[in-house]
């Protein structure tokens, strides 16, 4: 049972994420939508380049893991906004899912997040998750 479907289309990354992790806390389900089509705005150079300095940081067996997947990429930004290593976050964490596309198993009536709209930015400079996952290897679902 999902108690919030979140559409990810057109939105601001960290905004949805935000929202997500504030119900999550609250002790609702939370399903986050079309995740490949959140939007992270700014240029596309430095955009790519601090994803590409954040996968690369650490060593490969122990990690921190960014993965090239954009509903595992959007569900570790919401992971960044909730106390993860504690009890009350990590629990939080479990009720946080994200999709790509809209699966036949949730339903229910989607919400967009006040706000979050990416019309609502200053300028055209933002690229999509899905885009940023494909410099990194991923499956490029435009």
Known sequence: MVDIIIDADGAILGRIAAYAAKQALLGKTVAIVNAEKAVISGTKRTTISEAKRKRAMGVPRKGPYVSKLPDRYVRRVVRGMLPY??????????????????PATIEGETIRVAGADASKLPNLKHLTVARICAEFGGKHHD
Not at 85 to 90: D, F, I, L, M, N
Not at 91 to 102: D, H, L, P, Q, S
């Open 85 to 102: 290593k504690q009890p009350r976050g990590r629990a939080a964490y479990e009720r946080v899912m994200c999709y790509i596309g809209k």
